[in-house]
């Protein structure tokens, strides 16, 4: 099982901009995939951005352009810099990691709420 702890987030105004960074331990298996995904209060849990251990991303079309994720492969890191901060972003940000045996791990998730 991977551990996986979330750090960043917080209160910012719409517009502004926040880093959010996950750090996994623990894991004897390669890390394959790494990712953010997000839930707002009263919806569904929803893919933000996906990072392969090759580099290739994956987002969400609603933080296209905005959204930036990034990993470093050595240190089991992956960081998520978001700017232009709307609203609709607002929600419980929970980190995830998938294995090459396909094992998933979440994180226990950091708020991130964004004034109007």
């Known amino acids: 099982q991977v551990q996986l702890v979330e750090s960043g987030g917080g209160l910012v105004q719409a517009g502004g901009s926040l880093s959010l960074s996950c750090a996994a331990s623990?894991?004897?298996?390669?890390?394959?995939?790494m990712g953010w995904y997000r839930q707002a209060p009263g919806k569904q849990r929803e893919l933000v951005a996906t990072?392969?251990?090759?580099?290739?991303?994956n987002y969400a079309d609603s933080v296209k352009g905005r959204f930036t994720i990034s990993r470093d492969n050595a240190k089991n890191t992956v960081n998520l810099q978001m700017n232009s901060l709307k609203p609709e972003d607002t929600g419980v940000y929970y980190c995830?990691?998938?294995?090459?045996?396909?094992?998933?791990?979440w994180g226990k998730g950091t708020q991130v709420t964004v004034s109007s």
């Open positions: 995830n990691a998938v294995t090459i045996l396909l094992t998933t791990s």
């Open positions: 623990g894991s004897r298996l390669t890390i394959s995939n």
């Open positions: 990072i392969n251990n090759g580099g290739r991303t």
